[in-house]
Each structure stands twice: as C-alpha cells, then as structure tokens.
T-cell receptor, first 111, second 113 residues
Framework: KAGVTQTPRYLIKTRGQQVTLSCSPI?????VSWYQQTPGQGLQFLFE???????NKGNFPGRFSGRQFSNSRSEMNVSTLELGDSALYLC??????????FGPGTRLTVL | GESVGLHLPTLSVQEGDNSIINCAYS??????FIWYKQESGKGPQFIID?????DKRQGQRVTVLLNKTVKHLSLQIAATQPGDSAVYFC????????????FGSGTQLTVLP
C-alpha cells in the first residue's frame, strides 16, 4: 500500500505570495491532518479534514486554510506569505484507528 | 496553555546500550499518547502508542511507560542501534479532539559506535 504523498517536496516563495500544498492520503483513509514544523515552535497542528469537512482547527491565523476532496486528497493554502511561514508542512492520514501516518512533508521557504 | 514537553533536548548512548527518552505532559484530559521517530528529511514515523488505561506497553525493542500520577511518559529502546539515531517526539491526544495531536519539542538521540 502506498504511503502518504505530498507535493511539491520543496517550494520557494516570496513574501506576499500565496501557496497551495497537496497531500494524497493512504488509500482508504478518510482523515487528513496538517501540521507545521519549525525549529522554534516544533510540530503544531493546523487542521484536520474528514469526509470533506474540517473537523478540527489549530491556533493559526485565517491565512491558513485547507480543503478536502471527495477522493480524500487534501490541499492547504497559505495566503499573503510571511517570512515566519517558512517551515516543513506535514500531512498525516488516518483510517479507522487513531494512528496517524505522516508524509515526507513539503519544505516551504519564504524569502 | 497546556502542552507536552520533553526533559532533554539531546541524548547520546553507546551502541548496544539501552536508551530512555522522557516526556512530561500537563493535560490531565489526555487519554492517548504516541511516540514518533523522525529521521532527517522524513516525516515522523509511528513507534508505539499507549492509552491512559494502561501503564506499560511493549513493542519490538521498545517499551512505553505511562505514569499518570506525575504525568510522565517514557520511551525505552533496548540494545540501541545506529539506525535508532533520530529525533524522538512524544505526542498526546485527548478525547474529543479527533486527530489533533500535541507534540513535545523532541529529543535528538545519537548512537555512538
């Protein structure tokens, strides 16, 4: 069974731009969660989607948004990028159980 | 707010020795705890989990201990190998928070030859 895939793996943007990251969960998994990982703040929960609905949201500004499609693939969008948004963005998928399987992440650099 | 934190940022052990990585949590409502391993350039990899109705759980070469009285979690790795070198995170989840995990800051484990 293929693991969680994330595209692109690396991304460079400039301040003020917007970015969209994509996540394809493990086949059959309906829950997709997003996390931001930075050296200063560690791993922080962004939001979780289940069956195309946002089920839970972390403490991030409204510039961070996401969505999930009917095939469970998910995207997250960050608008008006700031230097502090530079991070590794991780996606995790879950099936019926509670275990979350993480993808390799997308490394976003904001210049 | 309440959060999960790790006691030590780095840990070095000799190959073949046992490793113990500690974690303190403060959310008394947490009922599910997980240890993840993250290697450079990769996403976190599930190691072992434990629910709050247990105090010990064993896997292959790993054991997780949960002490709810002092809100402490530990990961023991037996016969540590070079491939165990990585950053280890503990994470907690509480009932009603769906898949939202709160992660600790991580411990860098280095296995010395």
């Amino acid at each position: 069974k293929a693991g969680v895939t994330q595209t692109p793996r690396y991304l460079i943007k400039t301040r003020g731009q917007q970015v969209t990251l994509s996540c394809s969960p493990i086949s059959g998994h309906r829950s997709v969660s997003w996390y931001q990982q930075t050296p200063g703040q560690g791993l922080q929960f962004l939001f979780e989607y289940f069956s195309e609905t946002q089920r839970n949201k972390g403490n991030f500004p409204g510039r961070f948004s996401g969505r999930q499609f009917s095939n469970s693939r998910s995207e997250m969008n960050v608008s008006t990028l700031e230097l502090g948004d530079s991070a590794l963005y991780l996606c995790a998928s879950s099936g019926e159980g509670t275990e979350q399987f993480f993808g390799p992440g997308t490394r976003l650099t904001v210049l | 707010g309440e959060s999960v934190g790790l006691h030590l940022p780095t840990l070095s052990v000799q190959e073949g020795d046992n490793s113990i990585i500690n974690c303190a949590y403060s959310n008394s409502a947490s009922d599910y705890f997980i240890w993840y391993k993250q290697e450079s350039g990769k996403g976190p990899q599930f190691i072992i989990d434990i629910r709050s109705n247990m105090d010990k759980r064993q896997g292959q070469r790993v054991t997780v201990l949960l002490n709810k009285t002092v809100k402490h979690l530990s990961l023991q790795i037996a016969a540590t190998q070079p491939g165990d070198s990585a950053v280890y995170f503990c994470a907690e989840n509480y009932r009603g928070s769906a898949r939202q995990l709160t992660f600790g800051s991580g411990t860098q484990l280095t296995v010395l030859p």
